[in-house]
């Protein structure tokens, strides 16, 4: 499949569904009729379901499952940058009815692939000469792969303490990093997108909005699901700015919207517990909200501030936000590596999510099969926290005396 595709037809408001505005130029600052200085709105695209045929979604094989993300083109933005076979990652059991959807497996080793080869492809579509992110993770090694197979520059606004797998991606694609404060980030994106003409491909507003395509690439984690087990009863997520909860929300929602199910999952937010924007967001009421962060080792997702895109997906899944803590990130991520799934912590945090909801007789609890969506590799970790082990002298009775400490050998 092509960009041509694409039954992309807009972008509709968030903040008032009955606004829409042309799908070209993508916004990248919200919906501009409903946001304000303290609260802006996303967007998101609408398509042609009408047209839309079910058999997309029939069980495939061969090249046609192994396509990533072209295979979806009719209900995803043009796809107008060249792909990286980004998607059909694993969905991997562990047990009790729990599966993880190990996104470690995508071409930069994490989910934000996805996202990037829909804001990249924008990014050609508009004829910008290159991108702009702000990110010291996943999304900038990201946008620099996807901007690369582009014949796009690629800017990144980082920190210096960045991972040393991130580094290396960035240096490896060529990608113009500009180590800044944290609070500097946006502001600088913003005149760098002004005065020089590059594409956003992250959030430029008050409260979070990021970019219009971006999220529709996570609707093909919903598809994939869908396509190996149907509708589960519960997704349990890492969430940042929730843009991957709304993305494999939206997905379902467009599968009950085609007449394929009738049901959708309950969403789950992981956030961690030193912050938690959309937890704070959904106890108020509130579309969005601001929160102060303490220390946590679950970088990728600690966020000050949400977005309405995840408040959204919580309320109408019948979800919840939970909040989980370091320790528990440990946990979780110390489990799937006995699965043989080495996780970054933040992606841990979909399974704490899971481990930390209590015994629910009433039954409000997710029953039947659940997915826990581990977003990225162990390898982003800002430190992995092992160590070289050192040489031993190579004889049988030191082999055996290793082996025997360690368990084996009766």
């Given at each position: 499949?092509t ?11 968030m ?22 200085a ?6 998101e ?48 059991p ?25 804001t990249?492809?924008?990014a ?5 000469p ?25 800017v ?12 290396s ?17 946006w ?37 994939e ?25 939206k997905?379902?929602?467009e ?23 959309l937890a ?40 919840d ?6 320790p ?8 799937l ?7 970054e ?7 704490a ?5 209590p015994?629910?007789p ?15 590799s ?33």
């Amino acid at each position: 499949m092509t960009a041509g595709d694409s039954l992309a037809t807009g972008q509709r408001s968030m903040g008032d569904p009955t606004l829409t505005h042309p799908l070209w130029p993508p916004l990248t600052r919200g919906c501009p009729r409903t946001s304000t200085a303290e609260l802006a709105y996303p967007v998101e695209v609408d398509y042609a379901y009408e047209q839309a045929d079910p058999a997309l979604f029939a069980p495939v094989e061969g090249a046609a499952r192994s396509a990533g993300l072209d295979r979806w083109a009719p209900l995803l933005p043009p796809l107008g940058a060249p792909g990286l076979g980004e998607g059909h990652t694993p969905l991997i059991p562990i047990g009790d009815g729990v599966y993880v959807k190990d996104e470690s497996r995508n071409p930069t080793w994490s989910h934000k692939d996805r996202l990037n080869r829909c804001t990249v492809s924008a990014a050609v579509g508009v004829g910008a000469p290159g991108v702009v992110v702000a990110s010291s993770g996943n999304h900038g090694a990201s946008a620099a792969a996807y901007a690369a197979r582009a014949g796009l520059r690629c800017v990144v606004l980082a920190s210096a303490g960045m991972p040393a797998a991130v580094a290396s991606f960035l240096q490896a694609y060529g990608a113009v990093v500009l180590p800044v404060p944290q609070e500097a980030r946006w502001p600088l994106m913003r005149q760098i997108s002004d005065r020089l003409g590059l594409h956003p491909v992250s959030n430029l507003t008050v409260t979070h909005t990021g970019h219009a395509f971006g999220p529709e690439g996570y609707k093909t984690i919903a598809y994939e699901i869908f396509t190996d087990i149907g509708v589960p009863a519960a997704v349990f997520v890492p969430t940042g700015y929730g843009e991957c909860l709304f993305g494999v929300w939206k997905g379902f929602a467009e599968l009950r919207r085609l007449g394929l199910t009738g049901t959708v999952p309950r969403m789950f937010a992981c956030e961690p517990a030193a912050g938690g924007p959309l937890a704070a967001a959904v106890r108020k009421g509130t579309p969005a909200a601001r929160v102060n962060c303490g220390p946590t080792d679950a970088y990728s997702i600690d966020c000050e501030v949400g977005g309405h895109r995840g408040v959204r997906a919580v309320r109408e899944s019948g979800g919840d936000a939970l909040l989980v803590t370091d320790p528990q990130l440990r946990e979780a991520q110390e489990e799937l590596a006995r699965q043989g799934i080495w996780a970054e912590l933040s992606a841990a945090a979909s399974l704490a999510g899971l481990r930390s909801l209590p015994p629910d007789p009433d039954g409000s609890a997710p029953g039947g099969p659940v997915v826990c969506i581990s977003t990225s590799s162990g390898f982003k970790d800002r430190a992995v926290g092992t160590t070289a082990p050192e040489m031993i002298e190579p004889t049988w009775d030191e082999a055996y005396r290793q082996l025997r400490a360690a368990g084996l050998g009766g």
